[in-house]
């Protein structure tokens, strides 16, 4: 409580929790004002009953649910983040820009925006095409004029909600986009709660219990995982010029269990929709063979079984993939022979290349484990007790206990800052 009492007695950092607030406000106030010529209750129906658009109404911060002018929510900024954090360790200029600290931040920030916009624009097109040949009858009688509309209006749905997120990183509290995204949980929480109520019987009441106790496991091992790190001591030489000596003494190297974060598990869902939604365009063919086809590719997909086996291995196989780009041992080895430092018992270069790989790879089995069940954990919960409506969304809780972790973490910082100026002064 005195924690909360000195963050509200801090001008600037109650600004900027109001200013947070008031944004999240105005993001929770657009996503009810609907499209043109969309029956957003039919769209609910259909997608209350699909795991998979579970999935995405998560990323987009729950909005895809109301259908409404931000319905993409905050997808194409992501995957446009997703696409130059990967091009930045394969593209040597960007590589070069991303060393040139502020500034080069900046342009790859400012080229990933560049970068929204068509793949906003293209996400929109691709969500109409799916739902006109999905055979459920939705968005199939819209003139041209009102399906240009649609488009324009989500993507530009899509620039605004990208603009709000980085406000907030800029005069708020928080990384902006996990804000808005933590934001669009939380809201669905009273709507999962109220459907609840009205299925709840003395049957099921066991169900639901073990579903809230098993949500506070989760969020332990959540909080857990996520803290956890393998510390690598590293020494450092010292060095004599003159009558002074300089270096030397010791630290430690933290490799974190959960290197990747959430990045897997959207990198998996990218690749395990694709099929499905491509074998829905191709289900109306007049072709019998190629129909055919698409039907059961769209039949094994829809196997929750089948699904949940490939989506664990998918997040597996993501989770060494993006740790393999963002930590790179040769590098971390390099550097620490150029500044003096070693590993003890190890010799610098390729040997210390060599062990920090072994760590890294042994310690990311254990993460990939943990993304893959935190991932597939809905579809077994829901299984298993037959409860739907509260059924636990390990991926939602991760995203909710990484933002608070972080959050809390940057408050901190903002406390002991102003602590420090205060001894100062």
Request: charged share 10%; net charge positive.
């Amino acid at each position: 409580m005195r924690v909360l009492i000195n963050i509200w007695n801090a001008p600037d950092l109650r600004k900027k929790i109001l200013f947070t607030v008031f944004i999240i406000i105005v993001f929770r106030l657009i996503t009810y004002i609907p499209l043109p010529g969309v029956d957003v209750l039919a769209l609910r129906s259909l997608f209350s009953g699909s795991q998979i658009f579970q999935l995405l109404d998560l990323f987009s911060g729950g909005t895809l649910f109301n259908f409404s002018i931000v319905t993409l929510g905050l997808n194409p900024y992501i995957n446009a983040s997703i696409i130059f954090s990967l091009l930045t360790n394969v593209v040597p200029k960007l590589e070069e820009l991303q060393k040139e600290g502020e500034y080069g931040r900046a342009k790859i920030n400012q080229y990933t925006r560049y970068l929204t916009v068509p793949l906003a624009f293209t996400q929109s097109w691709g969500v109409l095409i799916f739902f006109q040949r999905s055979g459920t009858g939705l968005l199939t009688h819209l003139s041209p004029l009102e399906l240009a509309t649609i488009i324009i209006a989500m993507t530009c749905g899509s620039v605004v909600l990208m603009w709000f997120g980085e406000l907030i990183t800029e005069y708020g509290i928080g990384n902006g986009i996990s804000i808005l995204i933590f934001a669009g949980i939380l809201a669905r929480l009273p709507v999962s709660l109220v459907r609840t109520t009205t299925i709840f019987t003395a049957e099921n009441a066991l169900n639901i219990l073990l579903i809230l106790v098993l949500a506070l496991v989760v969020i332990g091992a959540i909080v857990v995982i996520n803290e956890a790190h393998r510390r690598v001591l590293v020494q450092y030489a010292r060095r004599v010029r003159g009558d002074r000596s300089y270096g030397g003494g010791s630290t430690h190297l933290p490799i974190r269990i959960n290197q990747a974060g959430v990045i897997p598990i959207i990198f998996a869902i990218s690749i395990i929709l694709f099929p499905g939604m491509l074998a829905t365009f191709f289900a109306t063919s007049a072709n019998p063979a190629v129909a055919n086809a698409a039907k059961a590719v769209s039949d094994f997909f829809n196997n929750t079984t089948y699904y949940s086996i490939i989506y664990f291995f998918l997040v597996l196989i993501f989770t060494y993939f993006y740790t393999a780009i963002t930590f790179q041992p040769t590098k971390i080895a390099d550097d620490l022979r150029k500044y003096g430092g070693f590993i003890p018992g190890i010799r610098p270069g390729h040997a210390t290349s060599d062990y920090l790989s072994y760590i890294i790879n042994r310690i990311t089995l254990i993460g990939g484990i943990f993304l893959g069940v935190v991932a597939v954990l809905p579809f077994v919960v829901t299984g298993v007790t037959n409860v739907s409506t509260l059924a636990i969304g390990g991926t939602g809780l991760l995203i909710v206990v990484s933002v608070v972790l972080e959050t809390a973490k940057q408050l901190e910082s903002q406390l002991v800052m102003r602590s420090y100026e205060g001894f100062l002064h």
